[in-house]
Nanobody, 125 residues
Framework: VQLQASGGGLAQPGDSLRLSCAAP???????????IGWFRQAPGQKRETVSC????????YYQDSVKGRFTISRDDAKNTLYLQMDDLKPGDTAVYYC????????????????RGQGTLVTVSS
């Protein structure tokens, strides 16, 4: 399954961006059938979980560094996943990927099943 992330760009510290994730050309793919979320990878760094939604019970997970600033949501009617990112910081600079995974926890990034090309977020003044 190829997931398509979009919405990245250049932002200044304190700005907001909203990332979107879709599965174009896959009408049978339903986001609510999977544990799904976002991970990111900065240059030279290992991938890290940002946020995810559990398929089992709909519970949400956020990495500590984004709690209170990022909000994950899913629009089942549009079959789209979002990541609202507020109060962006330079440390948020990374390529962001949406993905399905086995676990909605800090292990999400290491349990990825499917993902697509990410979208680059650069936070700089």
């Amino acid at each position: 399954v190829q997931l398509q992330a979009s919405g990245g760009g250049l932002a200044q510290p304190g700005d907001s961006l909203r990332l979107s994730c879709a599965a174009p050309g896959l009408p049978a793919f339903r986001f609510d059938d999977y544990t799904i979320g976002w991970f990111r990878q900065a240059p030279g760094q290992k991938r890290e979980t940002v946020s995810c939604i559990s398929q089992t019970d709909g519970s949400l997970y956020y990495q500590d560094s984004v709690k209170g600033r990022f909000t994950i949501s899913r629009d089942d009617a549009k079959n789209t996943l979002y990541l609202q990112m507020d109060d962006l910081k330079p440390g948020d600079t990374a390529v962001y990927y949406c993905a399905t995974g086995a676990f909605c926890s800090d292990y999400f990034a290491s349990s990825v099943h499917s993902r697509g090309q990410g979208t680059l977020v650069t936070v700089s003044s």
